[in-house]
């Protein structure tokens, strides 16, 4: 059986995700403008968060700061048809070019939502399994870890460094996997 996490980056073309204009450098290990002060993540940085993720089939997930939709559409190959993923941005371009980017592929179960203003992650569609955030918080954002379900994974870089927050039984974790830089999280 192929690893899970290149099989997603293999049925999920990064070039898909990327403004036409920049679609011939999707190869390029490094973030890619998408517009509105944002990019498309660099994918050795991609790849890292999903193998910390541990995404499985079935899982619920949910994506903060979708930006292309890329990571919605790994995430939504991660889960399969039986799990859903929830994209949320707060950019109302973003949004409409994440939607526009995720349809190429054939994941229904997968969704890019606007973000509601003042609101952090989908308190009302908690508790998930996993969460994703793909934006880089000053301190760990309590209102996100809430949201974390029995047995759940999130991983988020808060302060230049990317964490793995692990909760169980009422139990939070966190480790701390290297040093990486994101656009700030609103």
């Given at each position: 059986?192929?690893?899970?996490?290149?099989?997603?980056?293999?049925?999920?073309?990064?070039?898909?995700?990327?403004?036409?204009?920049?679609?011939?450098?999707?190869?390029?290990?490094?973030?890619?403008?998408?517009?509105?002060?944002?990019?498309?993540?660099?994918?050795?940085?991609?790849e890292a968060m999903l193998r910390l993720l541990e995404?499985?089939?079935?899982?619920?997930?949910?994506?903060?700061?979708?930006?292309?939709?890329?990571?919605?559409?790994?995430?939504?190959?991660?889960?399969?048809?039986?799990?859903?993923?929830?994209?949320?941005?707060?950019?109302?371009?973003?949004?409409?070019?994440?939607?526009?980017?995720?349809?190429?592929?054939?994941?229904?179960?997968?969704?890019?939502?606007?973000?509601?203003?003042?609101?952090?992650?989908?308190?009302?569609?908690?508790?998930?399994?996993?969460?994703?955030?793909?934006?880089?918080?000053?301190?760990?954002?309590?209102?996100?870890?809430?949201?974390?379900?029995?047995?759940?994974?999130?991983?988020?870089?808060?302060?230049?460094?990317?964490?793995?927050?692990?909760?169980?039984?009422?139990?939070?974790?966190?480790?701390?996997?290297?040093?990486?830089?994101?656009?700030?999280?609103?």
């Open positions: 059986m192929g690893d899970r996490v290149s099989d997603a980056f293999a049925a999920v073309p990064r070039e898909w995700f990327l403004p036409e204009r920049e679609r011939d450098r999707a190869a390029y290990d490094g973030p890619i403008e998408i517009g509105h002060g944002q990019t498309n993540s660099q994918p050795r940085t991609v995404v499985r089939p079935g899982d619920r997930v949910l994506d903060v700061g979708t930006g292309s939709g890329w990571t919605t559409g790994l995430l939504a190959h991660l889960t399969g048809p039986e799990g859903t993923v929830r994209g949320l941005e707060l950019e109302p371009d973003l949004v409409a070019f994440g939607r526009a980017n995720l349809s190429q592929g054939d994941w229904p179960w997968a969704s890019i939502d606007a973000a509601a203003p003042g609101v952090l992650g989908d308190p009302a569609g908690a508790p998930y399994d996993r969460i994703l955030v793909s934006a880089e918080a000053r301190n760990l954002p309590t209102e996100l870890v809430s949201q974390l379900g029995e047995k759940a994974r999130m991983v988020l870089p808060v302060a230049g460094e990317m964490l793995l927050i692990q909760q169980e039984s009422g139990s939070v974790q966190v480790s701390r996997h290297g040093r990486y830089r994101f656009v700030p999280l609103r």
